[in-house]
């Protein structure tokens, strides 16, 4: 296994999306190694895949004997391997608010509305699409709100979640407002997120992770 970096992703995956943009603003090179989560019943049930991550979850990144599944767990261990550009504050009250940004996203909004979960509530628990996307709606915006009185009442919030250079936070805010505009959710007064995702898609190595400019987008 060679020393070079890969990333098994799905174009549509928040948490690889939030991957690509860190490899993109640390400037590393990367293979990407499409993994469809539709498909067939979905890629990431294969043999294959499943020994490689037994979650069975997107993404997954290889670098040489290391294999890294969680998507928070691969950006800590780029800021490791390759600290600059750092995508940490250097003192540790900003690391401790940037990591508490990024895992309010990671850990409170998106588990409750990834694909997984989207599925489970309509094939298992018999919610029609419009229950479904009520449930969608109701916790990115609720989540998302939060998100917005974290980022106004702190005077270190600057172009972007943490000062003027993107962080973590930026890095899991993006793919869910992504998210949020694919489902149609209420962002009218979050200010604060809507200027920053707007500045981080000014950015070119931001706009190459856009789940669009994929490979394996359909």
Not at 38 to 54: H, I, K, S, W
Not at 90 to 98: F, H
Not at 100 to 115: E, F, S, T
Request: contains cysteine; charged residues 25%; proline residues 6%.
């Amino acid at each position: 296994m060679s020393n070079k970096l890969v990333l098994y992703s799905y174009w549509r995956s928040s948490a690889s999306y939030r991957v690509r943009m860190a490899l993109n603003l640390k400037g590393l090179d990367y293979e990407l190694r499409p993994v469809h989560l539709v498909r067939e019943g979905g890629e990431q049930f294969g043999a294959d895949y499943t020994r490689l991550n037994p979650q069975q979850l997107v993404p997954t990144l290889v670098h040489g004997q290391t294999v890294i599944t969680q998507s928070m767990a691969m950006l800590e261990y780029l800021e490791e391997i390759h600290p600059e550009p750092a995508l940490l504050p250097a003192d540790p009250a900003g690391r401790v608010r940037v990591r508490a940004i990024a895992q309010a996203i990671a850990c409170d909004i998106h588990p409750l509305n990834n694909l997984r979960v989207l599925k489970h509530l309509v094939t298992r628990l018999g919610l029609a699409d419009d229950q479904k996307l009520e449930w969608y709606r109701h916790w990115t915006e609720s989540g998302l709100a939060a998100i917005e009185r974290m980022l106004d009442d702190d005077r270190r919030t600057g172009e972007f979640c943490h000062g003027d250079t993107p962080t973590f936070a930026d890095c899991c805010l993006l793919p869910q407002v992504y998210n949020a505009h694919r489902f149609n959710c209420d962002l009218t007064g979050l200010d604060r997120i809507n200027r920053i995702s707007d500045n981080l898609l000014a950015l070119s190595s931001v706009e190459r992770a856009v789940p669009e400019n994929q490979p394996d987008a359909d």
